[in-house]
Nanobody, 123 residues
Framework: QVQLVESGGGLVQAGGSLRLSCAAS????????MGWFRQAPGKEREFVAR????????YYADSVKGRFTISRDNAKNTVYLEINSLKPEDTAVYYC????????????????WGQGTQVTVSS
């Protein structure tokens, strides 16, 4: 029903920056809250950031606050995650997800997921 495609991942040295993008299908993108999650090898998927359907409200995990910025452009059906001051512990597969209307940090409450984009941070 809703297709999400992440891009922008890659191999970056510690201290560098990346901008991840998540392109969504459909004309109802503006009705969906969006979230970013990540999963490191051997770890459970964890919440990173979320943004309301209008873009008026954002929320971040404590571990990334001040370094990550989530934004959206509803005209382009795209959500972004700007990552600065990358650390090796940021290495993970990053996923975007969509939930109708209401934002949440809970993985189980998102209905649509992308396939993920790999972010690898070298020391």
């Amino acid at each position: 029903q809703v297709q999400l495609v992440e891009s922008g991942g890659g191999l970056v040295q510690a201290g560098g920056s990346l901008r991840l993008s998540c392109a969504a299908s459909g004309r109802t993108f503006s009705s969906y809250a969006m979230g970013w999650f990540r999963q490191a090898p051997g770890k459970e998927r964890e919440f990173v950031a979320r943004i309301s359907s209008t873009g008026g409200s954002t929320y971040y995990a404590d571990s990334v606050k001040g370094r990550f910025t989530i934004s959206r452009d509803n005209a382009k059906n795209t959500v972004y995650l700007e990552i600065n001051s990358l650390k090796p512990e940021d290495t993970a597969v990053y996923y975007c997800a969509a939930r109708y209307r209401h934002a949440t940090s809970r993985i189980g409450e998102y209905d649509y997921w992308g396939q993920g984009t790999q972010v690898t941070v070298s020391s």
